[in-house]
C-alpha cells in the first residue's frame, strides 16, 4: 500500500530510490492518475525500469510525465523526489527546448532516436561528436494496446570521452566489453518490452471476445427471464442455462488467473533439480494417463544431469510437455516419448519428442503457442498448455522451438540459459 491507501503491485515494494519515492507520490493528483488505475503497458514498463541496473527514464502521457530508476537517480538534475511524476518541462526548465524534438518525436512517429548527451547533468543536451559524448541515449516508443505510443523509454549509455583502439595493455578492451555488455541488455530490455506488449494484445483478445460471448449471454438470458410470467419450468430451464454460462465464465477468468500468475514480474529462488528425480515425480502424476495410453516413456541425462531454475516452473514446462505428448498420441502406432537434456553453447537444452499425430507448422505455426489454440478437434482440451509452457519459458529468459510433422509427431525444445 502507498502512503495514500493506493494498492500498489508487488515489484514497487523494494527499498530502492524509485519505489520508495513512488510510494510516497499522491498519485490520484497526478497526471499518470492512481497506481491501481495505471494502464497495463504502464505497470510493465515501470516494473522493467525499476528492476533494471541500466539507468533508464520513461516520459508518460500528454502532460509527459517522468519516471526513472536508481541507476538514473544519480544522474539527475535534482533531488528524486522533485522529479518522479513531475512533468518533463518543468525537470529540464530550460534544456528542454532541446530535449522536447527528440520526445515529440517519438511520440508523433514510434521511430527510435539516439542523442549523444553531455556529463554535467543527464539531459544537460548538446549535439557531440563521437570523441566527446559521455552519454548517449536512445529514445524509444512505448505503445498501448492499440498500438499508439503512450510513452518514451529512454535507456542512458555511457561512453568513454575519448575514441579507443583496442589494446590489451591499458585496458581500452574492457571498455569495449563494458559497452557492448550494456548494448546487449538494452537490446534484451527492448524485446522483453515488445513480449509484454503482445502479451497484452493478447489478453486485449480474449477479454473483448471470450469474456463477452458468456456475458452477452446472460444478459440476453436475464431479459428473457424478467418477461417470462407464470412458466415455472421455462424458468427453471432458464436459470440451468444462466448458471452453465456463469460457469464458462468463470473458467475463462480463472484460465486468465493461470496465465498472469506465470508472467509475474518477480521470479522465485533457483534450486538445484536433478532431472530423474524431477521426472520420476511428474510421472507419477501422470500414471493414470501413461497407463491409459499404454506410453513408453524413456529418458537420457546423461550430458546434462541437474540444472538450476525455478522449480515450480520447471516442472510445470515438462509436465505440460508430457502431458501434451501423452493426450495427443496417435492411435494407429503404440506411443513413444522421449526426454533428453544437453548442453547447447549457453544453453541447456531440455528436449520432448514423440511419435504423435503431431502438427502442420506450416498451416498453425504462427498461432502455435497462442492462448486457446487447438490443433485436433478430436481431442478434449483448452488449448492452453503451450501457452503456459512459453510464457514459462520467457519468464526464465529462455526460447521454445518446435519440430513437427502430421502423423510422425513432435519434438519440443526448451532452452533455458546455463
Known amino acids: 500500500m502507498s502512503t495514500y491507501d493506493d494498492p500498489i503491485p508487488e515489484f514497487l515494494n523494494s527499498n530502492g530510490i524509485a519505489c520508495t519515492v513512488i510510494r510516497s507520490i499522491n498519485w490520484k493528483k497526478n497526471p499518470a492518475g492512481k497506481i491501481s488505475f495505471w494502464p497495463p503497458e504502464l505497470l510493465n514498463t515501470v516494473s522493467i525500469i525499476v528492476n533494471s541496473a541500466i539507468p533508464m527514464l520513461l516520459i508518460w502521457g500528454e502532460k509527459h510525465t517522468v519516471f526513472f530508476n536508481d541507476a538514473a537517480a544519480p544522474l539527475l538534475p535534482d533531488e528524486p523526489a522533485k522529479i518522479m511524476g513531475a512533468t518533463a518541462a518543468d525537470v529540464w526548465k530550460e534544456n528542454w527546448r532541446v530535449i522536447s524534438p527528440h520526445v515529440t518525436g517519438v511520440f508523433k512517429t514510434g521511430a527510435p532516436v539516439t542523442v549523444r548527451t553531455g556529463h554535467s547533468n543527464l539531459f544537460n543536451l548538446y549535439q557531440a561528436s563521437e570523441t566527446s559524448a559521455d552519454f548517449i541515449s536512445h529514445f524509444s516508443a512505448v505503445r498501448n494496446l492499440e498500438g499508439r505510443v503512450s510513452g518514451v523509454l529512454i535507456l542512458i549509455n555511457k561512453q568513454p570521452s575519448v575514441t579507443y583502439e583496442p589494446s590489451e595493455s591499458d585496458g581500452n578492451l574492457k571498455h569495449?566489453?563494458?559497452?557492448?555488455?550494456?548494448?546487449?541488455?538494452?537490446?534484451?530490455?527492448?524485446?522483453?518490452?515488445?513480449g509484454r506488449n503482445n502479451?497484452?494484445?493478447?489478453?486485449?483478445?480474449?477479454?473483448?471476445?471470450?469474456?463477452?460471448?458468456?456475458?452477452?449471454?446472460?444478459?440476453?438470458?436475464?431479459?428473457?427471464?424478467k418477461n417470462e410470467k407464470d412458466d415455472a419450468g421455462q424458468k427453471q430451464m432458464?436459470?440451468?442455462?444462466i448458471?452453465?454460462?456463469?460457469?464458462?465464465?468463470?473458467?475463462?477468468?480463472?484460465?486468465?488467473?493461470?496465465?498472469?500468475?506465470?508472467?509475474?514480474?518477480?521470479?522465485?529462488?533457483?534450486?538445484?533439480?536433478?532431472?530423474?528425480?524431477?521426472?520420476?515425480?511428474?510421472?507419477?502424476?501422470?500414471?493414470?494417463?501413461?497407463?491409459?495410453?499404454?506410453?513408453?516413456?524413456?529418458?537420457?541425462?546423461?550430458?546434462?544431469?541437474k540444472f538450476k531454475s525455478v522449480r515450480g516452473y520447471f516442472y510445470s514446462i515438462l509436465y505440460n510437455l508430457l502431458?501434451?505428448?501423452?493426450?495427443?498420441?496417435?492411435?494407429?502406432?503404440?506411443?513413444?516419448?522421449?526426454?533428453?537434456?544437453?548442453?547447447?553453447?549457453?544453453?541447456?537444452?531440455?528436449?520432448?519428442?514423440d511419435n504423435g499425430l503431431g502438427i502442420d507448422l506450416d498451416k498453425h505455426r504462427d498461432e502455435l503457442f497462442g492462448l486457446y489454440s487447438r490443433f485436433h478437434a478430436l481431442v478434449p482440451g483448452?488449448?492452453?498448455?503451450?501457452?503456459?509452457?512459453?510464457?514459462?519459458?520467457?519468464?526464465?529468459?529462455?526460447?521454445?522451438?518446435?519440430?513437427?510433422?502430421?502423423?510422425?509427431?513432435?519434438?519440443?525444445?526448451?532452452?533455458?540459459?546455463?
Open 243 to 305: 448458471e452453465n454460462e456463469a460457469i464458462n465464465l468463470n473458467n475463462v477468468v480463472k484460465d486468465l488467473t493461470t496465465i498472469v500468475s506465470y508472467q509475474d514480474l518477480g521470479l522465485a529462488a533457483r534450486e538445484d533439480i536433478i532431472f530423474e528425480d524431477e521426472l520420476k515425480i511428474i510421472l507419477q502424476s501422470l500414471e493414470n494417463e501413461i497407463t491409459r495410453s499404454q506410453a513408453l516413456i524413456t529418458s537420457d541425462f546423461q550430458s546434462a544431469q
Open 199 to 225: 502479451n497484452l494484445k493478447q489478453f486485449s483478445y480474449i477479454v473483448s471476445h471470450n469474456l463477452r460471448s458468456p456475458i452477452n449471454r446472460i444478459l440476453g438470458l436475464a431479459a428473457i427471464f
Open 323 to 353: 502431458s501434451n505428448a501423452i493426450k495427443f498420441g496417435n492411435p494407429a502406432k503404440p506411443l513413444k516419448i522421449h526426454v533428453k537434456t544437453t548442453h547447447i553453447e549457453n544453453y541447456l537444452c531440455l528436449s520432448v519428442s
Open 238 to 241: 432458464l436459470i440451468q442455462y
Open 382 to 418: 483448452k488449448g492452453m498448455g503451450l501457452n503456459l509452457v512459453k510464457t514459462q519459458v520467457e519468464t526464465l529468459g529462455g526460447k521454445i522451438q518446435v519440430d513437427s510433422s502430421p502423423n510422425i509427431g513432435s519434438t519440443f525444445f526448451i532452452y533455458l540459459p546455463d
Open 176 to 194: 569495449i566489453h563494458d559497452r557492448k555488455k550494456v548494448e546487449e541488455e538494452r537490446d534484451k530490455i527492448m524485446r522483453d518490452l515488445i
